[in-house]
């Protein structure tokens, strides 16, 4: 049915009995017909005047259709626009985790993801030393974030609060983030909400710690007291695992993880995880190889526990009480690590030979790097041991079987 007086108005019956109000007209010379609605929700007045209205469009020279189709788009992007806005930190931060990496690296380091979903954990696990639960880490109150809202402002309000707790482990959780901010900003479903440099504003970077390096380290004269304040401590593992981080100069977290599968008694070698290749391979010296040949085989781990993990975790209480009997303030347990390069110097093992064995990347070394052999590697280890041993006031019987450890002290 068609109305008499708006032009082009009329009332359409579908075959299944729903009426609907359309405009039916001529552009550029050809038939066009639009619906405007059900009469359940426009009067007969109101239908008019659309009609009128979309003629007028015509007469202007202009497509109702493409007007409808942009107005419709409008809306789409409208509702993409809010529910982008919608996302949080906590919806993307999973995928982080699943596909983020580090640069020209394939994946994380196991260590190091642990660490980035211990600061995004959200606490309340019942502790593992001590009474009460857990904390949430630093970075869960972010997960709650608009991932369009964090900005400078936002960011500076969340590390003041978490620098309260601690400034560093909050400075550590902000360098964290900011590695998701990046990862964010390079997906392009994710770069218009992201404010990359966010973490980099000039009011968070002044509030940041400083940073320092630490250069801790045991002086000649206290390896004696060092020594034999570790080697009376009552919890054997960790006695054997601090010495062998100063005769190795391992990292905490690589000789922690050492299993006996990668201690090689016949042929002298250790194979341990490596911080910037997966792996490295070094001499496994006399004394040290007795010393490891001392503990007992409870699981797969040389420096085994009975907790979670299997292995020694944290040491640091075991090694406070060394250094107090020794007499000995702040050396920390990456100070021994210092303290083997220091002590290898002093020893005359070349440069080259003791970042290599340390696992120190090749433009770290002072000789150039040359990467050597194990067995090319062996006495300069062996050479250091030596020395530190000596210094320690140590002797002991190099061709005495693994595991039959004959320790004297000299006087």
Known sequence: MWDATAPGL??????????????????????????????????????????????????????????????????????????????????????????????????????????????????????????????????YPLLALPLAGVNEDSLKVWFDSEARTGKHQAARALMMFRGFLRWCSSRPEYRKLTDRDAGRAAAILESLPSNTRRTDALEAAQVPGWWTGVEQLSNRTASVYLRAMLLTGARREELA?????????????????????????????????QLLAT??????????????????????????????????????????????????????APAGAIAQVMGHKPSATAEGYRPRSVDALRPFLEQIETHVLALAGVEFDPKAEPGKLSVVQAA
Request: charged share 25%.
């Open 295 to 348: 503990l007992p085989r409870k699981n797969e781990f040389v420096f085994a526990s009975e907790g979670k993990a299997g292995r020694i975790a944290d040491t640091r209480a075991s090694h406070a009480r060394a250094l107090k009997s020794a007499s000995i303030e702040a050396l920390t347990i990456h100070g021994l690590r210092r303290s083997f390069s220091l002590l290898g110097e002093a020893a005359g």
């Open 10 to 139: 009329g009332l359409r019956a579908t075959p299944a009995g729903k009426p609907a109000y359309v405009f039916q007209g001529l552009y550029q010379g050809k038939d066009l017909r639009l619906t405007i609605g059900s009469p359940a929700a426009w009067s007969i007045p109101d239908a008019q005047a659309k009609a009128r209205e979309l003629q007028r469009l015509i007469d202007e020279g202009k497509d109702p259709r493409d007007l409808k189709r942009e107005a419709l788009a409008l809306s789409a992007a409208k509702q993409a626009a809010a529910t982008a806005q919608a996302v949080t930190v906590g919806d993307v931060w999973p995928l982080y985790l699943k596909h983020g990496k580090p640069k020209r690296r394939d994946a994380w380091k196991p260590g190091y993801r642990a660490d980035v979903e211990a600061m995004a954990a959200p606490g309340g696990v019942e502790k593992k030393r001590g009474e009460g639960v857990t904390r949430p880490g630093p970075l």
């Open 257 to 289: 993880a050492l299993t006996w599968a990668n201690v090689d008694f016949q042929w002298r070698k250790l194979t341990i995880a490596d911080k910037v290749d997966d792996t490295r391979t070094i001499p496994l010296t006399p004394y040290l190889a």
